[in-house]
């Protein structure tokens, strides 16, 4: 199979959509980061500055944008309940983190929280 495919893959299923549209939301806010790091970094969380040399935020643009990757590959590899279990605890600290700076950027967070909570643990 191709590695981009995602026949035989769940896309049209309820959590497949979720991880569609979380993953775009992580690569979209990553890509910015890695291409312009002085630039996009100070604006990647709303409401939060965040300061770091170009290099660190290189590496921060890298990481979320594997945190998006993985969210694909569930779709593709039709795991979103596994993907959604485990990623439930890496999501529950990063609004942790953010809740330090900003409440409101935090509650942006949440829905997807709750997602992952939904799909992992909730629904059959």
Same mark, same amino acid.
């Given at each position: 199979t191709k590695p981009l495919a995602v026949r035989g893959g769940s896309i049209d299923t309820p959590e497949g959509k979720f991880l569609a549209f979380s993953c775009a939301v992580a690569c979209a806010s990553s890509i910015p980061v890695i291409i312009a790091p002085e630039t996009m970094l100070p604006k990647m969380i709303p409401n *939060?500055?965040? !300061? +770091?040399? @170009?290099? *660190? +935020? %290189?590496?921060?643009?890298? /990481?979320?944008?594997?945190?998006?990757?993985?969210?694909?590959?569930?779709?593709? /590899? #039709? /795991? !979103?309940?596994?993907?959604?279990? /485990?990623? &439930?605890?890496? %999501? &529950?600290? &990063?609004?942790?983190? *953010? +809740?330090? @700076? #900003?409440l409101v950027s935090a509650a942006l967070y949440i829905p997807l929280a709750i997602g992952y909570l939904y799909f992992g643990y909730i629904k059959e």
């Amino acid at each position: 199979t191709k590695p981009l495919a995602v026949r035989g893959g769940s896309i049209d299923t309820p959590e497949g959509k979720f991880l569609a549209f979380s993953c775009a939301v992580a690569c979209a806010s990553s890509i910015p980061v890695i291409i312009a790091p002085e630039t996009m970094l100070p604006k990647m969380i709303p409401n *939060v500055v965040l !300061e +770091a040399n @170009n290099n *660190v +935020a %290189m590496l921060y643009g890298a /990481t979320g944008l594997a945190w998006g990757v993985a969210k694909f590959n569930a779709i593709r /590899t #039709s /795991t !979103e309940k596994q993907f959604s279990q /485990t990623n &439930l605890i890496p %999501m &529950l600290v &990063l609004i942790g983190i *953010v +809740a330090k @700076n #900003s409440l409101v950027s935090a509650a942006l967070y949440i829905p997807l929280a709750i997602g992952y909570l939904y799909f992992g643990y909730i629904k059959e």
